[in-house]
């Protein structure tokens, strides 16, 4: 694995820049759906039938929130492209933690943890399909579980 070159990241920019634009068409066009679901439920009284539509609002609300972490996740990637994120793009930042901790000898005098990683570029397969991916597949799932427990 290496460093995405010039022509492939005007290609993750190309598609970056489209998945952005639609997401954003659909979480506004998402929006006003929602905004008129619950101008339908205030003019509702009986309680019964709020249920499903409550329901329904949860879950276009969900999806919104969803889209609207995928939009951070775009713009971030964008940001790295173009060299003003926190990290190179296409580099997967806990990779490089974890060789760049392997190399130190740990606080205790002990030889530190041998890194997983074995290199800091996420493959470009997973770049290909997921130009915003943030980590390399072990690290999102470490992450993931993280979240989940916290
Ligand atoms: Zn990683």
Known sequence: M???NK???TKYKAILEKQLASL???VGSMRDEARRASDQDASVDHLAD?????YDQ???LGLIENEEETIKLIEEALDRIKGNGDWDFGVCP???EEIENA???GKDGKKPKPAKATDIWIPKARLEYLPWARYCVRHQETE?????IA
Do not use: A, I, V
């Not at 709020?50 to 409550?54: A, F, K, S």
């Open 24 to 26: 954003k068409g659909d």
């Open 103 to 105: 190399k130190k000898p």
């Open 94 to 96: 806990l990779c490089q």
């Open 144 to 148: 993931e579980r993280n979240r989940e």
């Open 58 to 60: 949860g879950f276009r």
């Open 50 to 54: 709020q249920g499903p539509d409550n």
């Open 2 to 4: 290496s460093k995405p």
């Open 7 to 9: 022509t492939e990241l």
